[in-house]
């Protein structure tokens, strides 16, 4: 596994590998032609403070030292021909780093390859007693969980021992695509890619039921590979396109097999080690067509239909790795043969019959066909301990969704007008609670321009959602053992639901210099029939922007956006002697999020200078408060873990000044400095650490990774040199 | 399930088009690019460099190309002679009377006496294919978007910064008056820029993804101007893990990832909408821990709640994962 060593070797020679487009130069363009073919831009960094935190790096690679920010080049008409030649490179020799080279002849065609590195860090706090012994196999030593068996306690002592791990992922990404011309009206393309994603995951185990939870740095090795094919045909009567594509995706950890540090030796009811099934491999394919004809000058219809198939055969686990269970059934089948199918069809037939009046109707059909066999287990084994004594069917979900709709815009004037639409939406499922569920949307829009500075767009949109009968479904359990149901719960993805959406959007050109915006929206959803579950969910969005030229050279900018969300669920702790709504309890979350930023730029000072400043602030609180809805008092009181969750918050702030001088015609350089400061206040995260029985006692013979994104301040000064050529 | 009319329709549909016979343009009012270069000479060195022009200037590969300039701002034979007659008069110091030279060319932009509609007419003309195939009808034709108000052809590129407020993603694309495609969408949709600066957020501020790594713009048959058919068959793209199919699925995952991911910033880990144990508790409310609210410092609350021990919820493949622990 990785540990938090970054070492970085061959940075000083990587400027030298960007040395041959240079001097590609006087070869192949002739300089009077065209000034300019390209640009490399090479600086060196250094950075002062806690960087730590995984947040800082998260999808990026900032370091200490040389590195090269971009580099471009342009080759027109290569040895005087049609042909051409760009290469392009962003954060070269970096874990972000992105190629990216076309070869073409205009009009003819063109070929692209392409080259893309993405990092992900998940948390750099993580420690783990777990090694991977081999391909999806963490063990840890026999000594150590012989020592934990005999004494749980000792856990403190054994983690010293736990080796410091960053917890990433790392996705390589090469493809490469050909488009073809050969006529204005038609073209053909192929497209290849593959990507690789490595690296380690956090992820959350459980043996024995909760007795050890055992969260292990999951390994990830996927490789998908992608393919595509089309052909297109189009004139100014219409077009058609038709294509083909392919994903495989390959995953070389099917299970992962974790050692108990807690238990040694297999027992009914105590596992010593657990498996479980990662990702399987998959494909799907698809077929693609869509076409356009233009019936007459004013209208036009449209049509796609795509078929996607998804398959996926991976040969099943056993129900456990834990050789004490005993009359463990036989599986019902080796594999799954899961076989889907998604149908997407839609027609759009837009017109403009009068010159201030344009139609708009659509059909939308999507068919996703579920034809995976439902399998019958007749028991199963929970957490590799001790067999379930129930029954499970596997269900092939499917759904079709069919949607019509229409609008009608009518033009006051240029730039104003007053739209009014409708559409319906009937979702039918299968093996869910509602079978039939049917939504009807209309909405109106007016478009403001009463002056060549100012505009303004206001929508207002009403959606009722009904499902035609709400019923649980039990199929799940084909034997018994459901959850109890309370009367009223509805999940709230089926269950009706009354949505108010309005928004505005003002677009203000005072001067040539001052512009101003500002938008606000509104989302209000209700689940009137629903007692329990999510009831109601509010969302505010508000921004306002302004941006000023103080001189032609000089302008400051400022935005402000603030959001608020909330939303309200209603639960029961429940027991079987005691379903009563005096165990009721209700939650309410808030989220309010503040951003802020403000800048001024100023260019070509003196027609060498330029300057940015801007800072920006990202500012987020939560909070969950929970209530009880009961008597404490009566008997058979539940609820008392009901108290209000500790507030949550993050404060994200950028301040960036940078100045790049013009030192020739074709070099400048550049000073900046950056400074980053993340704070977060996260109950549930901040307290991690590999063991949790100080906050848990539950958790005695439990292991974490103690994965937190702690706060960092970091100040980031970098010169560089831009070179153009 | 239904059978759906679309093949049959996309049939009739290809059929039309192919014995449909092409247009001819009438060519007797075009005068040549060159004689635009003589008055708009900044406009047209910018507009030589770029790739259109290469193609127009010299590899056209038809009639329409052929007309250089003229392809977009139509024939310029009234427009090139009223500027002449303009300066005859000048130069024999003669007030000229004629009709100005600027109402004979189509001109493009805010201040364009053409509807934003028959300004993009021009632009279609070679563009109304590939990812514009849907522009008709499409969200931001219908509310009245004009090409140019998110491209610019031979305009000055944006000013150069010292410092970018987000990575300029790699792109062969620089056609837009802003330095990256998201500032150009910002515009309208301000509340997506405030999104992106969350703590948790995919890599678009970073420059590793843009919008249109999700959605087409320029007009889409699919909900929300998305790339695929469905906001789940988008997040495949990157996701073919949890594409499944598994033998124990979650519904609500299957139907729709939005059902518990904000997908354009959150302020929760994992672009959740909800931290768990609140998330799932929207909908499991039922015996045992589901219907417990659960100390903030339980094992069910701290870490990732509910996945610390359900971490299968995209789906198991294990037939002891119907609860998504195998």
């Not at chain 1, 002849?105 to 783990?128: I, L, M, Q, V």
């Amino acid at each position: 596994m990785d540990t938090r060593t970054i070492k970085k070797p061959g940075r000083l020679l990587q400027p030298v590998l960007l040395l041959p487009l240079i001097l590609l130069k006087p070869a192949l363009y002739a300089q009077d032609a065209n000034p300019s073919i390209g640009d490399v831009e090479i600086g060196l960094r250094t950075l002062a403070g806690d960087r730590s935190s995984s947040q800082f790096n998260e999808y990026r690679d900032i370091t200490p030292g040389l590195y090269i920010q971009r580099a471009s080049l342009d080759l027109e008409h290569l040895f005087q021909t049609n042909y051409f030649l760009t290469f392009q490179t962003r954060q070269s020799w970096q874990k972000d780093q992105r190629f990216l080279g076309t070869f073409g002849n205009y009009g003819k065609f063109s070929c692209t390859a392409r080259w893309e590195g993405t990092p992900h860090d998940f948390t750099n706090t993580a420690a783990t007693l777990y090694t991977m012994t081999s391909s999806g196999v963490l063990t840890i030593p026999g000594a150590t969980r012989t020592a934990l068996q005999s004494n749980p306690a000792s856990l403190p002592q054994a983690l010293a021992g736990a080796t410091p791990l960053n917890v990433a992922l790392t996705r390589k990404l090469g493809g490469g695509s050909c488009q073809f011309t050969p006529s204005a009206a038609w073209s053909f393309n192929l497209q290849y890619s593959h990507e690789a994603e490595n690296g380690y995951r956090p992820f959350g185990t459980t043996l024995n039921n909760t007795t050890n939870m055992l969260e292990v740095p999951e390994p990830v090795d996927y490789k998908t590979q992608e393919v595509q094919a089309g052909v297109e045909y189009g004139t100014r009567k219409g077009g058609f396109q038709a294509g083909y594509a392919a994903s495989l995706f390959g995953n070389e950890n099917q299970a992962l097999v974790w050692d108990n540090p807690f238990n040694a030796t297999d027992a009914a009811g105590s596992a010593s080690r657990g498996r479980l099934a990662l990702y399987p491999n998959n494909n799907a394919q698809s077929l693609n067509f869509a076409g356009a004809l233009n019936l007459s000058r004013t209208t036009r219809l449209m049509v796609s239909v795509s078929s996607d198939w998804m398959r996926q055969n991976a040969s099943f686990l056993p129900f456990t790795i834990n050789t004490a269970v005993a009359n463990v059934p036989a599986l019902p089948a080796n594999s799954l043969n899961g076989r889907k199918t998604a149908v997407a069809t839609n027609i759009t037939l837009t017109s403009h019959p009068l010159a201030r009046l344009s139609l708009t109707a659509h059909y939308r059909d999507y068919d996703y066909i579920n034809d995976t066999p439902s399998l019958f287990f007749s028991n199963y084994v929970m957490t590799d301990s001790a067999l379930a004594n129930l029954a499970r069917q596997s269900l092939p979900y499917a759904f079709n969704q069919q949607s019509i709709g229409t609008s009608a815009t009518w033009l006051l004037h240029k730039g104003e007008s007053v739209t009014v639409g409708y559409e319906f939406v009937d979702l039918s499922r299968q093996h869910r609670d509602v079978a039939d569920s049917r939504e009807h949307t209309g909405s109106v829009t007016l478009d403001l321009n009463p002056k060549k500075w100012f505009s303004m767009r206001t929508t207002y949109e009403h959606a009722q959602r009904d499902p035609q009968t709400y019923v649980a479904n039990l199929e799940l359990y084909p034997q018994g053992g459901n959850p109890a149901l309370i009367p009223g719960w509805e999940l709230y993805d089926e269950a009706e639901r009354t949505r108010t959406k309005g928004g505005t959007l003002m677009q203000v050109d005072a001067s040539d210099r001052l512009s101003f915006s500002a938008s606000y929206d509104l989302t209000q959803d209700r689940y009137n029939e629903s007692l329990y579950g999510l009831l109601g969910y509010r969302a505010l969005e508000s921004s306002a922007d302004v941006s000023y030229q103080l001189y032609n050279n000089v302008s400051l900018f400022g935005t402000y956006a603030y959001e608020r969300y909330k939303s309200d669920q209603r639960s029961r702790q429940y027991s079987a002697s005691n379903d009563t709504s005096n165990n009721d309890w209700e939650s309410y979350i808030r989220d309010a999020i503040q951003t802020l930023s403000a800048g001024a730029s100023v260019s070509r000072l003196r027609n060498k200078v330029s300057v940015d400043v801007f800072y920006s602030l990202s500012f987020a609180k939560g909070q969950i408060d929970n209530r009880i809805l009961g008597n404490p008092s009566l008997a058979g009181f539940l609820v008392t873990t009901a108290q209000d969750y500790p507030e949550t918050g993050t404060r994200y702030h950028q301040l960036t000044g940078a100045v790049r001088y013009r030192l020739s015609n074709n070099l400048s350089s550049k000073l900046q400095y950056q400074w980053e400061r993340y704070d977060r206040t996260d109950f549930q995260l901040q307290i991690m650490s590999p063991s949790m029985s100080l906050y848990d006692s539950g958790t005695k013979t439990s292991l974490f990774l103690g994965g937190d994104v702690p706060p960092y301040q970091v100040h980031i000064l970098s010169v560089s040199l831009d070179y153009r050529f | 399930m239904r059978r759906s009319p679309g093949p049959v329709v996309l049939a009739l549909l290809a059929g039309v088009l192919l014995w449909v016979p092409a247009q001819c343009a009438d060519v007797s009012q075009y005068v040549g690019s060159k004689a635009c270069d003589e008055c708009h000479h900044q406009g047209y060195r910018k507009f030589a460099l770029t790739k259109m022009a290469k193609v127009f200037f010299d590899a056209p590969r038809n009639e329409l190309e052929q007309q250089g300039c003229e392809a977009c701002h139509g024939p310029a034979q009234e427009h090139v002679e009223a500027a002449r007659a303009h300066d005859r008069a000048r130069a024999s110091g003669i007030a000229y009377q004629g009709p100005p030279s600027g109402q004979f060319i189509l001109r493009f932009g805010k201040d364009s006496p053409l509807s934003a509609r028959d300004q993009n007419d021009r632009c279609l003309q070679c563009h109304e294919k590939g990812q514009r195939l849907f522009w008709q009808g499409s969200a931001h034709e219908s509310r009245g978007l004009a090409c140019v108000t998110c491209h610019q052809v031979h305009q000055d590129p944006p000013a150069a910064v010292a410092a970018a407020r987000f990575q300029q993603p790699l792109t062969g694309n620089t056609l837009f008056p802003k330095r990256t495609q998201m500032e150009v969408c910002f515009d309208c949709h301000p509340m997506r820029k405030a999104q992106l600066l969350r703590s948790s957020h995919m890599p678009v501020r970073e420059g590793l993804m843009t919008c249109a790594s999700c959605h087409n713009v320029h007009g889409s048959p699919n909900p929300k101007l998305l790339i695929a058919a469905t906001v789940n068959d988008t997040c495949y793209k990157c996701h073919p893990e949890r594409r499944g199919p598994f033998l124990w699925e979650h519904p609500p995952v299957m139907e729709n990832c939005l059902n518990c991911h904000e997908a354009h910033g959150s302020s929760r880990a994992q672009l959740l909408r909800i931290n768990p144990p609140r998330l799932c508790q929207e909908c499991h409310t039922s015996t045992g821990h589901p219907g417990t609210p659960q100390l903030a410092t339980s094992r069910y609350v701290f870490n990732r709640g509910c996945t610390n021990c359900h971490s299968q919820i995209h789906g198991s493949n294990s037939p002891s994962g119907s609860r998504f622990q195998r």
